[in-house]
């Protein structure tokens, strides 16, 4: 018997004081506030009764730091997963007003539908679905909660709807320390909720690919 829901979980808000896009940069960490919004995702699912009895999370800091009020609620230690890591960018590291002020940047944004400035997104929704299969096989009738980032999780959902892969960045409906849930009929994924837990109305959220 497969799981009965996998719950894609974005990492809370990153101690990010000069603004730029760090991407997949090391040493990027949770702030205090962003602590706060994955204790809350995490009691989010406590109070909705689910099951959680495997736990998965990029090898990134923010999101390993993210997976923790998880480990301690279901009492769980987290298995990184490279495949659903944050996507790769040519402008990490930097502010990214300053670097579209430069005509040498502008290259990287001619075709938006790949995206020309990163990772493909069609590459994003082939490994995230595959983490999911892989999940949803590995535990008998309870739930498993993935701990990723902006980008992946809103491909997985959009690969799930059936819409196209291209989008405008700013239009993902993927809050920090949100939690967006899908279910498995056959070889069918279909999102079943979407929560926002955590209050972000005063997060700082610019380092998102």
């Not at 996998?6 to 000069?18: A, K, M, Q, S, T």
């Not at 075709?111 to 929704?125: D, K, T, V």
């Not at 405008?168 to 929560?195: I, K, M, N, Q």
Request: charged residues 25%.
């Amino acid at each position: 018997m497969p799981a009965d829901r996998i719950h894609l979980v974005r990492h809370g808000e990153v101690f990010n004081p000069e603004g730029v896009l760090y991407g997949r940069l090391p040493g990027y960490r949770l702030s205090d506030s962003g602590r706060e919004m994955a204790h809350a995702a995490a009691d989010y699912l406590v109070a909705e009764g689910r099951n959680v009895t495997r736990l998965i999370c990029s090898p990134l800091q923010r999101t390993q730091e993210s997976a923790e009020p998880w480990a301690l609620a279901y009492g769980l230690t987290p298995v990184i997963d490279e495949r659903v890591i944050e996507p790769t960018n040519v402008f990490e590291g930097t502010r990214m007003r300053t670097a579209l002020r430069n005509p040498l940047n502008w290259r990287h944004l001619r075709r938006p539908s790949l995206p020309s400035w990163g990772e493909p997104f069609a590459s994003m929704a082939s490994r995230m679905l595959a983490a999911m299969d892989d999940a949803w096989e590995s535990v008998d009738g309870a739930d498993v909660v993935i701990v990723s980032h902006q980008a992946p999780i809103w491909v997985a959902h959009l690969a799930v709807a059936g819409e196209k892969l291209a989008h405008d960045p700013r239009s993902r409906r993927c809050a920090l320390s949100s939690v967006t849930s899908f279910e498995r009929h056959g070889t069918t994924w279909r999102e079943v909720a979407y929560a926002e837990p955590a209050p972000t109305d005063s997060a700082v959220d610019v380092g998102a690919v």
